[in-house]
């Protein structure tokens, strides 16, 4: 019989803040191990990204401290970052929240813009050795263009992932890539780089119980929010200095019982997060309420606020992304982060007037105002009405709704003419508005997300007042007239 080592690989993608399912995960993750290596048997836990979501108290009162915590707490040994470890947090705290983590954060394709080098907290690849097994773990994340306005340098992850295979292929036997990058991505690479033995891939949030080969290469992926703990079985042939065989397969965290230390951890951490963001911000006058399908004077405050933080002439946003009322009485900014939890963010963009008619007409469209969306940061469920600031707009709904006329700044609209409008930087992700993104001029306002914006003009009485005023008129067929040309 054949000499071999097994190697175990236990991975999670995309938890997203979801912390009841981590003392699952943790109690999966703490007795596999215990099984296997009391059979001689050799083990690697590793984390693929946005295990961090700062909708979650937690995570946002600690800028993802409590999750470099949790990992600690359950053993993880590598990660790499997702987008939401990497652009929503400023860079200081990114640079920060790895400080006490006591595994190693792999991440190749990311470069501090002032050095020109890797961040401090993490390191470009690393090797794994089990005696003579030399096991070499790469990283990368998607690479977004938002990363370069946060002081960060983004590199093409392809190119990198050759390089590295190529100057490790005598310092490793098995090369494993920790993939941030989507499974559309991940197949890309699998067929192009020859030498990658498994991806263990995120962000797409693919369920693929039994992985999927590609070329040599295995590719694994878990779903999201910690349902399942993906286990990629790995048997390596010593003489013939190859791997005998590797399976993929999916534990169902929910099967696991808690791990009751980890849970204690997490009720003190939620009562901190709460202590701290439940200070009061502001005291609001009047009640200002959600609905996705109409105007709302919430709606039009975020409009407003967004406006005001870019310094544009227009604002627009949808409704969709306000998730829950907020009262009269006491705000604190707890209350803020239910209701706009998104890691979304203020831009603007430059527009003429003919591609600004040709938004607003779309956007009230019935089929836009009740899309579903998902992705791009949005945590809500569907489009919802446009708010907006800046305008006044009359239009007609019978049959398919169509705009009469518009007002910017209490002026007739100018086709010809460009305007500066603020709006949501989801749109520029999404292309949903195919006009907006024809734009001149897109500038993106980081690191602060909508609820920080709403955070900073709440105390306005003014502006808060001047969203009750309505910016959409709706009129009747008989007493429309013409549509505007």
């Known amino acids: 019989m054949a000499d071999t080592w097994t190697l175990h690989l236990l991975h999670t993608n995309d938890l997203h803040s979801h912390f009841e399912k981590m003392p699952q995960i943790a109690t999966c993750l703490k007795t596999s191990r215990q099984l296997w290596e009391a059979q001689q048997e050799h083990v690697l836990t590793v984390d693929i990204g946005d295990h961090m979501d700062r909708m979650d108290v937690r995570s946002e009162a600690s800028f993802g401290k409590a999750n470099v915590q949790v990992m600690n707490r359950c053993g993880y040994q590598y990660a790499t970052i997702g987008n939401n470890e990497g652009i929503t947090l400023p860079k200081e705290k990114l640079d920060e929240m790895y400080e006490q983590a006591d595994f190693t954060v792999i991440i190749g394709n990311l470069l501090d813009k002032a050095s020109s080098a890797p961040p401090q907290w993490a390191v470009p690849y690393a090797i794994h050795t089990f005696g003579e097994l030399r096991v070499a773990l790469l990283g990368m994340t998607i690479p977004f ?45 699998a067929a192009e780089v020859e030498g990658l033995d498994v991806i263990l891939g995120g962000h797409t949030h693919h369920t693929l119980p039994h992985g999927e080969r590609v070329g040599n290469t295995l590719i694994a992926q878990t779903g999201r929010f910690g349902e399942h703990v993906g286990h990629i079985r790995l048997v390596w042939d010593r003489d013939g200095k190859q791997i005998a065989d590797v399976s993929a397969e999916l534990f169902d965290t929910a099967s696991y019982a808690p791990d009751e230390a980890l849970r204690d951890f997490l009720q003190k951490e939620k009562a901190a997060a709460d202590a701290s963001l439940f200070q009061p911000i502001a005291e609001l006058e009047q009640d200002l309420h959600v609905n996705w399908t109409e105007e709302t004077p919430f709606g039009s405050f975020l409009a407003a606020s967004i406006r005001r933080w870019t310094k544009a002439e227009v604002g627009i946003a949808n ?13 604190t900014f707890a209350q803020l982060l239910e209701s706009v939890p998104h890691p979304i963010n203020a831009c603007a963009v430059t527009l003429t007037g003919e591609q600004l008619a040709s938004v607003l007409e779309q956007a009230i469209q019935p089929q836009i105002v009740h899309r579903e969306l998902r992705g791009c940061g949005f945590r809500g469920k569907i489009e919802g009405w446009m708010a907006v600031d800046g305008l006044r707009i009359r239009y007609e709904e019978s049959g398919q709704p169509h705009i009469l006329a518009i007002e910017v700044n209490g002026q007739p609209l100018i086709r010809e003419r460009e305007y500066r409008v603020g709006t ?37 009485r003014t502006l808060v007042q001047s969203a009750f005023l309505p910016r959409w008129e709706k009129v009747s067929p008989e007493s429309s007239g013409h549509a505007i040309e």
């Open 319 to 331: 409704g969709g992304l306000l998730l829950s009322d907020l009262h009269q009485g006491r705000l």
């Open 145 to 189: 263009s938002t990363y370069q306005s946060l002081g960060w340098e983004i590199l093409d992850p392809l190119p990198l992932i050759r390089e590295q295979v190529a100057a490790l292929r005598s310092s490793a036997d098995i090369f494993i890539l920790l993939s941030h990058l989507g499974y559309q991505t991940d197949c890309r690479i």
């Open 424 to 460: 949501v930087d989801m749109f520029m992700y999404n292309r949903l508005f195919p006009d907006l993104l024809q734009g001149r001029e897109i500038e993106f306002f980081h690191p602060e997300m909508l609820r920080e914006v709403i955070a900073s003009t709440i105390t306005d």
